[in-house]
Structures are given as C-alpha cells and as structure tokens.
Nanobody
Framework: QVQLVESGGGLVQAGGSLRLSCGAS????????MGWFRQAPGQEREFVAA????????FYADSVKGRFTISRDNAKNTVYLQMNSLKPEDTAVYYC????????????????WGQGTQVTVSS
C-alpha cells in the first residue's frame, strides 16, 4: 500500500513554470513506477509522464515532451513534475499515481492515486 499527496499547484501565466511534488507514504516507494496524469474540466484523464522505480527510464506524452520533466528522490519518497513553458491548455487537475510493475506507458496499471492538485495557466 502507498498513499500519495500532491502539492505545488497554482495559478501561473502562460510561459511560466511550476513544480509539482508528490509525497508517498510507505517503505516500498522505491519499488514503484510513478506517473503523473491530468484531467481538464469535461475531459477524460490523460497520461502526462512516468518514471521507473530507479529513475533511469522516463516516458512523456507528446503534448508535454520537451517542456515537462519528471524526476524522483527515493530517499525523500517524492516524485516531481517540473513544468516549463506552460500553456493555457495545460490547465487541469494533476494527479500522481503509482503501480508496482515496470511498464511506464500503460495507464490502466496505475492502482494508487493521490487527490490531485489544480494547475491553472492564464493567457
């Protein structure tokens, strides 16, 4: 079992940056694949980025590639999402998620979820 709590959301102007954090409880955080997802109003939840348990592999949605960076600090039980060059279409609730497998891109594998943090990008 792992519990996830996101933080770092807020209001930012287009072109700005934000860093989201996701703190995890549990002694086995370092064994989990971690991911970030987002959901805009009236839209389905979509995959944003994922990172392997060691941090050695990452995977990004095309829409954020080159602008967002996912990282993790297993000593702090925390995963991060650095978001640069933000656009109004990045506005959404961002969720942290985890699963115990190794696949990064298969969204349905994620079985632990945080409560979400709102990111709003103004034009």
């Amino acid at each position: 079992q792992v519990q996830l709590v996101e933080s770092g959301g807020g209001l930012v102007q287009a072109g700005g940056s934000l860093r989201l954090s996701c703190g995890a409880s549990g002694r086995t955080f370092s064994s989990y694949t971690m991911g970030w997802f987002r959901q805009a109003p009236g839209q389905e939840r979509e995959f944003v980025a994922a990172i392997s348990w060691s941090g050695g592999r990452t995977f990004y949605a095309d829409s954020v590639k080159g602008r967002f960076t996912i990282s993790r600090d297993n000593a702090k039980n925390t995963v991060y999402l650095q978001m640069n060059s933000l656009k109004p279409e990045d506005t959404a609730v961002y969720y942290c998620a985890a699963h115990g497998g190794t696949n990064l891109s298969y969204s349905s594998l994620y079985n632990y979820w945080g409560q979400g943090t709102q990111v709003t990008v103004s034009s």
